[in-house]
């Protein structure tokens, strides 16, 4: 929650240059993945067995239960039987995807999981593309003028967005724009005919959501990809590009941004985590109909099993995110590869 | 210990506020969190907390601002002036306590693994590097559904999330400070783990760690905001808390901007001022950002 907007790499300088091969560094990282992964795994079933009092009373609060009743919900919950018993079984049904049962809804929570899965993919889709695109021209522009003032109002404005709360900043524009867009779903209640019709219908409504999710990421890119620009900046075939007569605009374009761009590419997947945290909010705020609103209704509820279910599925894609990001560094930089 | 080294300490304390105060952010932000810590421990003496409580508010729901209520009211007709004042004193705390658990438990791993090395120094990364991709919030929320919601839950749960930057930083530091000659000088004399932790990687790692405390005081604000509007927080009045109940009682949509105006920009004020103030520290303590930007 707590990384600021410095120009860090996440990656260990040390890690980067002792990988001795191809297949040992690939080895290392998918394994390294695993044993998260299955960390995420014990923790999302140790952390929900937590709880303090029984889970039965939680979840027919507010409902008038008879004990044939909640012995028959124990016993097809399968909280009758010991603790690694039941581990092993959601151990076994995570395997088969089966992430148990809704507390509110009675439904499993695997299919509540997927039929929120696109629109979240969409919602974070659209707006991580767009902010690296935003947050990779600003940084060029900021870097390629360095202590100007469009570098220093950018850093500003940066500055000023991370200081804010994501879920405020969603407020704010919903509450300036006032009717303009819908405040919340992802369609109107009856949606119009035709196909391009409700994609416009469904674009319309993403507007506002993409937006904020877009402010709040794009700084990151920005901040990033200017230090990283500023480190190749003085580098000597910079000067032999100029020396040969290439204009300013060249010299930027063909040989210093893609240069740069390295670190930037695999901050893409690095950032996951970060985004995923806004999603929760941002959905909550304009109630999108994904994962984090999904997240956000089982913690309100509270929904433990769909809690448990959604925090396996998030941690999850994180972890896969970042693996990513360490293998495409390799393969995107032969200094890293020849190393 | 001996009178040169703390004079030699002396002058270095004074060179760096000399080069602090040269930075006007830094400066105004610390100004501004001095006055408001300072004004909320004096809170329950200035302000009349029977307007606090819902029963005894005398506002109608949702008023505007006007001269008897400069910022309107909230949705039970109390000032949203006061609340937002009262607000302060949880917010800070919050703040405060998960940023000092969140920075003992980094600098605690961040010199441990780097300092001993071998197996421990992997495992710990292990669960380092676990910790510092987990999506921190949505553990966090995960941590204050399955615990008994209170305040010192939620500074457990942001602390609990927020460490591994700080135990990052911290490694990275005691690894340089411990490969230099002195070090090695000290164990060939007989300085034991104590010794060399106590007397020579935590006094070059902390102030350091200070700058990045600062930073994290604002990350720490932010996340009790964010988890209180997931509807995770005591039930004191914090401006994480009164945003949710704005949002719960239809300001946006009655375009109640007077509701969630006043506790937004207290934060981003807040946080604000806390990161000038890192920033302006990262420059003059961090000797590798010296000359940089």
Same mark, same amino acid.
């Given at each position: *929650?707590?990384t600021?907007?410095t120009e860090q790499h996440a990656t260990d300088p040390d890690e980067r240059r002792d990988g001795t091969s191809a297949t040992r560094y690939v080895a290392g990282k998918v394994g390294g993945a695993l044993v998260s992964l299955v960390f995420v795994v014990a923790l999302g079933f140790f952390?929900?067995?937590?709880?303090?009092?029984?889970?039965?009373?939680?979840?027919?609060?507010?409902?008038?239960?008879?004990?044939?009743?909640?012995?028959?919900?124990?016993?097809?919950?399968?909280?009758?039987?010991?603790?690694?018993?039941?581990?092993?079984?959601?151990v076994?049904?995570l395997l088969?995807?089966?992430?148990?049962?809704?507390? #509110? &809804?009675?439904?499993?929570?695997?299919?509540?999981?997927?039929?929120?899965?696109?629109?979240?993919?969409?919602?974070?889709?659209?707006?991580t593309?767009?902010?690296?695109?935003?947050?990779?021209?600003?940084?060029?522009? $900021?870097?390629?003028?360095?202590?100007?003032?469009?570098?220093?109002?950018?850093?500003?404005?940066?500055?000023?967005?991370?200081? *804010?709360?994501?879920?405020?900043?969603?407020?704010?524009?919903?509450?300036?724009?006032?009717?303009?867009?819908?405040?919340?779903?992802?369609?109107?209640?009856?949606?119009?005919?035709?196909?391009?019709?409700? @994609?416009?219908?469904?674009?319309?409504?993403?507007?506002?959501?993409?937006?904020?999710?877009?402010?709040?990421?794009?700084?990151q890119y920005?901040?990033v990809?200017?230090s990283s620009?500023?480190e190749?900046?003085? @580098?000597?075939?910079?000067?032999?590009?100029? @020396?040969?007569?290439?204009? +300013?605009?060249?010299?930027?374009?063909?040989?210093?941004?893609?240069n740069a761009l390295l670190p930037t590419m695999t901050l893409i997947f690095l950032q996951f985590g970060m985004v995923v945290s806004?999603?929760?909010?941002?959905?909550?705020?304009?109630?999108?109909?994904?994962?984090?609103?999904?997240? &956000?209704?089982?913690?309100?509820?509270? +929904?433990?099993?769909?809690?448990?279910?959604?925090f396996v599925i998030l941690a999850g894609s994180v972890i896969v995110m970042n693996l990513l990001a360490d293998l495409l560094y390799r393969v995107v930089d032969p200094r890293v590869r020849a190393s | *210990?001996?009178?040169?080294?703390?004079?030699?300490?002396?002058?270095?304390?004074?060179?760096?506020?000399?080069?602090?105060?040269? !930075?006007?952010?830094?400066?105004?932000?610390?100004?501004?969190?001095?006055?408001?810590?300072?004004?909320?421990?004096?809170?329950?003496?200035?302000?009349?907390?029977?307007?606090?409580?819902?029963?005894?508010?005398? %506002? %109608?729901?949702?008023?505007?601002?006007?001269?008897?209520?400069?910022?309107?009211?909230?949705?039970?007709?109390?000032?949203? *002036?006061?609340?937002?004042?009262?607000?302060?004193?949880?917010?800070?705390?919050?703040?405060?306590?998960?940023?000092?658990?969140?920075?003992?438990v980094g600098t605690l791993v961040g010199v441990v693994s780097a300092h001993f090395g071998g197996w421990i120094s992997a495992v710990l990364m292990r669960i380092t590097d676990f910790f510092l991709v987990l999506p921190a919030?949505v553990l966090?929320?995960?941590? #204050? $559904?399955?615990?008994?919601?209170? #305040?010192?839950?939620?500074?457990?749960?942001?602390?609990v999330t927020s460490w591994p930057t700080t135990a990052r930083l911290v490694r990275a530091q005691t690894l340089s400070v411990e490969s230099?000659? &002195?070090?090695?000088?000290?164990?060939?004399? =007989?300085?034991?783990?104590?010794?060399?932790?106590?007397?020579?990687?935590?006094?070059?790692?902390?102030?350091?760690?200070?700058? !990045?405390?600062?930073?994290?005081?604002? =990350?720490?604000?932010?996340?009790?905001?964010?988890?209180?509007?997931?509807?995770?927080?005591?039930?004191?009045?914090?401006?994480?808390? #009164?945003?949710?109940?704005?949002?719960?009682?239809?300001?946006?949509?009655?375009?109640?901007?007077?509701?969630?105006?006043?506790?937004?920009?207290?934060?981003?004020? /807040?946080?604000?001022?806390?990161?000038? /103030?890192?920033?302006?520290?990262?420059?003059?303590? !961090?000797?590798?950002?010296?000359?940089?930007?």
């Open positions: *929650m707590t600021s907007p952390l929900f067995r937590m709880i303090p009092g029984d889970p039965l009373v939680t979840m027919t609060r507010e409902r008038p239960t008879d004990p044939e009743q909640l012995a028959h919900l124990r016993e097809r919950l399968g909280l009758d039987r010991p603790v690694w018993q039941q581990f092993l079984d959601y076994a049904g088969q995807g089966d992430f148990g049962t809704s507390y #509110m &809804y009675r439904r499993p929570v695997g299919d509540m999981i997927a039929e929120r899965v696109w629109p979240t993919v969409l919602l974070v889709g659209t707006a593309v767009l902010a690296v695109l935003l947050g990779l021209w600003l940084g060029v522009r $900021a870097a390629w003028r360095r202590g100007g003032t469009f570098d220093r109002t950018q850093t500003g404005i940066a500055l000023a967005l991370w200081s *804010m709360p994501q879920f405020w900043l969603g407020l704010l524009l919903l509450i300036a724009t006032q009717g303009v867009f819908p405040s919340r779903g992802m369609t109107s209640v009856d949606p119009p005919d035709g196909f391009a019709a409700q @994609a416009l219908d469904v674009a319309w409504h993403l507007t506002l959501p993409c937006l904020t999710l877009l402010l709040v990421i794009y700084a920005m901040l990809m200017r620009l500023l190749e900046m003085g @580098a000597d075939y910079l000067r032999t590009a100029r @020396a040969k007569g290439l204009r +300013d605009d060249l010299v930027r374009r063909r040989h210093a941004v893609p806004g999603t929760v909010t941002v959905e909550a705020v304009f109630s999108w109909p994904g994962l984090g609103l999904l997240t &956000y209704e089982s913690l309100r509820g509270p +929904d433990l099993p769909v809690l448990q279910g959604v | *210990m001996s009178a040169p080294v703390w004079q030699r300490r002396r002058a270095a304390a004074v060179d760096v506020w000399r080069q602090f105060r040269a !930075n006007r952010g830094a400066l105004f932000g610390t100004a501004f969190i001095a006055l408001l810590v300072l004004f909320s421990l004096l809170a329950p003496l200035l302000i009349d907390q029977r307007g606090l409580e819902v029963v005894t508010a005398t %506002g %109608g729901s949702l008023e505007p601002p006007s001269g008897e209520y400069w910022l309107g009211t909230d949705e039970s007709g109390r000032s949203v *002036m006061l609340l937002t004042l009262w607000g302060a004193r949880v917010s800070l705390l919050v703040g405060f306590a998960a940023t000092l658990l969140s920075v003992v919030l966090a929320a995960v941590l #204050m $559904a399955v615990l008994p919601t209170s #305040m010192w839950t939620v500074i457990m749960a942001i602390g230099r000659p &002195y070090i090695e000088r000290s164990k060939a004399l =007989g300085g034991g783990h104590a010794h060399v932790i106590g007397k020579h990687v935590l006094p070059s790692v902390l102030p350091l760690v200070f700058a !990045n405390t600062t930073l994290v005081v604002g =990350g720490s604000i932010i996340a009790e905001s964010t988890l209180a509007f997931l509807g995770m927080s005591g039930p004191e009045i914090s401006w994480g808390s #009164m945003l949710d109940r704005a949002n719960q009682s239809g300001a946006v949509t009655a375009g109640a901007w007077w509701y969630l105006l006043p506790p937004g920009i207290a934060i981003v004020l /807040v946080v604000l001022s806390f990161t000038l /103030v890192g920033r302006g520290l990262e420059t003059v303590l !961090n000797p590798r950002l010296k000359g940089e930007r």
